[in-house]
């Protein structure tokens, strides 16, 4: 038993955890916190940001590459509310992120102190859970059970707000080992698996899509078996990609407004939809109403309330993807869908011939292809959000989960280079880019130092077009060609940007470029920024209009 200060308790309950790294930024109520940092600087390293949202992202990022809780620190007021996006993106997409903000003193609570924010109030509808703890003896408690609940059944963000005179005062701790996070509330019903059991079965033409929840249930293998044993295609979602090898014959592509024909007609051809960890999001399904519409929907989540949310469920099973998937392959016969699986290999080869007259020149497909083939297809891979976003998922084929890391639930333009030294950080034996916008690049460009100041050899590949792309499609296939404030056309140097915040500059002008350069940039094994020039037209298709069935999708602009 020890006599602590609150901040001292919070470093201890971080070190109980096993964490080794937090990103954030200092500020005023925050001193007392990061005063026992520096105490404790051998033992947890800090990595300072550029701005707040930077360090939110790099936790989460840190958090999806590695698998455990990533921890962002920040002090009260603009500091606390810099962190919200970042808390909101990892709340969507299920990353255990524990966001600690330090707040003004008790007695100046509710008094419009200088830099007060409720950020529990702020923060209630983004979060698993918040705490804002006034009372230092049950700080350690607090903070152990943010673990847990972060990591428990469905992943997500959890905030800790700490007044700085808790932080300051004292009170007894004893160190505790971590209790285990709960992979599900419940047990798995057994009528439950044994109805979707009989579903599969009866199955002719079944489809399977896994989300992000066979990622987060680390239950790769039990998918590959259970494809096995049904003997059906596989479509993943953006943040199922990477769950099943995008390389095996069976596998459709992705599924959604920029999803593969393949993917999309199997869906609207299937008599039995297996959905694995997918919330049905928009993007997934289009125009809900007329999403699968000869097929049966088995879901299978870890969280009830997204079973019949946005697309009804005739059968469904809650519980863990992996448990689930182990029960159904215990339970299922060996079964066989040739005359299917042959369809839907030549919608896949039909798809693939129409696109092999590509324009020479630089091209999206071309220079996400070339990255392919020179990282061996093994490169951890983050991107901004926009059009270079579907070509990182339509280009580069993933073959293990956790290697693509993009914020898909919130669609948050700024997150892939924070989420890249955090991905970096936690794997640093994996070689990291950053695929980006031109637009989302401006954003939080600044972190670019950052990976400077730290020495981590992310690369950030800018797939420059001068417009915000995606806007700038949807403009000219529903606004007529009015391009409202989507050029951007700015007059930076991009070399000279890179060279001037300490990292190596490159620049990709013509075809011939693409291979050397990108050659040069992942060996230099230096923080390097490529600036990649792009066709402003450059558009991501097939699109499903969001009014349009899955089987409807637009397949040129012009």
């Not at 990595?47 to 590459?65: K, P």
């Not at 979060?127 to 997500?156: C, E, H, Q, W």
């Not at 050899?457 to 806007?471: A, H, I, R, S, W």
Request: proline share 4%; hydrophobic share 40%.
């Amino acid at each position: 038993m020890m006599y602590l200060t609150g901040a001292e308790i919070v470093i201890r309950c971080l070190m109980e955890q096993g964490v080794d790294t937090v990103f954030g930024y200092p500020g005023g109520s925050a001193l007392n916190l990061y005063d026992a940092l520096y105490r404790h600087s051998g033992d947890i390293r800090h990595i300072l940001m550029c701005h707040e949202q930077g360090a939110a992202h790099a936790a989460d990022g840190y958090a999806r590459a590695s698998g455990k809780p990533g921890i962002a620190i920040s002090t009260s007021g603009p500091g606390a509310t810099n962190l919200v996006t970042g808390i909101a993106t990892a709340f969507l997409d299920s990353s255990p992120l524990i966001a600690i903000t330090s707040n003004v003193a008790t007695g100046l609570l509710g008094k419009s102190s200088f830099q007060e924010v409720n950020i529990t109030s702020i923060t209630r509808s983004i979060t698993k859970k918040n705490f804002l703890v006034k009372d230092v003896s049950k700080l350690a408690g607090t903070m152990r059970l943010a673990f847990k609940i972060a990591m428990s059944g469905r992943p997500g963000p959890v905030l800790v707000d700490i007044p700085k005179d808790v932080t300051g005062a004292k009170a007894d701790y004893e160190s505790q080992k971590p209790e285990p996070a709960v992979s599900s509330e419940n047990a798995v019903n057994s009528s439950d698996v044994d109805r979707a059991a009989g579903a599969i079965e009866k199955s002719r033409c079944p489809l399977i899509i896994a989300g992000g929840g066979v990622r987060l249930a680390h239950a790769e293998a039990e998918l590959a078996e259970f494809v096995r044993r049904v003997s059906a295609p596989v479509a993943e979602t953006l943040m199922g990609i990477g769950c099943y090898p995008e390389t095996e014959p069976d596998f459709t592509g992705m599924i959604g407004m920029h999803g593969t024909q393949a993917s999309g007609r199997a869906a609207s051809e299937c008599d039995l939809l297996i959905a694995l960890g997918t919330r049905f999001s928009d993007r997934v399904t289009c125009d809900a109403a007329r999403f699968a519409p000869k097929a049966r929907i088995l879901h299978i989540d870890v969280d009830k309330h997204e079973i019949g949310k946005n697309v009804r469920a005739d059968v469904s099973v809650t519980g863990d993807v992996r448990e689930v998937l182990k029960m159904l392959c215990s339970r299922l016969p060996k079964l066989r869908h040739s005359e299917w699986l042959s369809r839907v290999a030549g919608w896949k080869k039909a798809e693939k011939k129409s696109r092999r007259n590509e324009r020479a020149g630089v091209t999206p497909r071309r220079v996400i292809g070339e990255l392919y083939r020179l990282t061996g297809g093994s490169a951890t891979v983050t991107t901004e959000v926009g059009q270079h976003q579907m070509w990182a998922a339509q280009y580069y084929p993933f073959a293990e989960a956790g290697k693509f890391i993009t914020s898909g639930g919130l669609g948050t333009m700024g997150f892939g280079l924070g989420a890249a030294i955090g991905a970096q950080i936690a794997k640093p034996r994996d070689r990291v880019v950053n695929i980006a916008g031109d637009g989302s690049f401006y954003m939080n460009m600044a972190e670019l130092s950052t990976a400077v100041k730290y020495n981590l050899p992310v690369v950030e590949l800018v797939l420059n077009n001068q417009v915000l792309g995606m806007v700038r499609q949807w403009q000219k296939l529903f606004y007529g060609s009015r391009f409202s404030q989507s050029v951007i056309k700015k007059p930076t140097d991009y070399v000279m940007l890179a060279h001037a915040l300490g990292a190596e500059g490159f620049e990709i002008r013509a075809q011939g470029d693409i291979c050397p350069v990108l050659e040069k940039a992942l060996s230099c094994n230096r923080p390097c920024l490529v600036n990649c020039y792009i066709g402003m037209d450059e558009n991501v298709l097939p699109m499903v209009p969001a009014s349009a069935a899955l089987s409807e999708p637009v397949l040129s602009l012009d």
